[in-house]
């Protein structure tokens, strides 16, 4: 069964820490992605990953970083949360080498900035 | 650019009723096309997906869709349609190749009623 796995479900942070979101895949993907979904505003892209260490903006990356070190997994950091990056967070893969496939997501982290 | 509409932001059936999510993209080449379903709290799930050849696809939990390339539509159908079913649905749309991402629409959320 194939699965992409986000470290916690619930995040609780402090205005102007900085945040760790991890996600990791088990699925040899060479894809990853990370997007935030807000009410009305559906999924957007904040940035995503085709390869190790290769990383390519997403739709609104202003605010966040990540982090590719091995190919199984991408982190999404935030230098300085601000409420306004209260939201769910959500991980995918897809595959490409072996197969177009479609993406995979992970179950979601819920993060409140107080 | 890639783009999807899903016109529909809340739409409300009775239980047994039939269904039908509407889906347009715009894209210039053969798209990949995905519909996705998302319960309360909980990552994207796959429902079915089209990448060529008959232009009706089976999905999981009895639902298909059509794609109608002179409409530039996905549309998503059940023909009775279950209280569990409600949920969020997310339209997609793919590259064929290469290191793309998934672009998604804004989501139709579905309750369903006695």
């Known amino acids: 069964d194939v699965k992409v796995t986000q470290s916690s479900r619930y995040l609780v942070k402090r205005t102007g820490e900085k945040v760790f979101l991890e996600c990791v895949q088990d699925m040899d993907h060479e894809n990853m992605f990370w997007y935030r979904q807000d009410p009305g505003l559906g999924l957007r892209l904040i940035y995503f990953?085709?390869?190790?260490?290769?990383?390519e903006k997403g739709d609104i990356p202003e605010g966040y970083s990540v982090s590719r070190e091995k190919k199984e997994r991408f982190s999404l950091i935030l230098e300085s949360a601000s409420t306004n990056q209260t939201s769910m967070y959500l991980c995918?893969?897809?595959?490409?080498?072996?197969?177009?496939?479609?993406?995979?997501f992970g179950q979601g982290t819920r993060l409140t900035v107080v | 650019a890639q783009s999807v509409t899903q016109p529909d932001i809340h739409i409300t059936v009775s239980e047994g009723a039939s269904l039908e999510l509407r889906c347009n993209y715009s894209y210039g080449a053969t798209p990949y096309l995905f519909w996705y379903v998302q319960s309360p709290g909980q990552g994207l799930q796959l429902l079915l997906k089209?990448?060529?050849?008959?232009?009706l696809v089976q999905g999981i939990k009895g639902f298909e869709a059509e794609f109608k390339r002179s409409q530039s539509s996905f549309n998503l159908r059940k023909p009775s349609v279950h209280w569990s079913d409600a949920a969020e649905y997310f339209c997609a749309v793919g590259a064929s190749s290469g290191n793309t991402p998934l672009v998604f629409g804004k989501g139709t959320r579905l309750s369903v009623i006695a």
């Open positions: 089209y990448f060529s050849g008959d232009t």
């Open positions: 990953s085709y390869d190790v260490k290769m990383k």
């Open positions: 995918a893969s897809k595959g490409i080498t072996k197969g177009f496939t479609e993406a995979f």
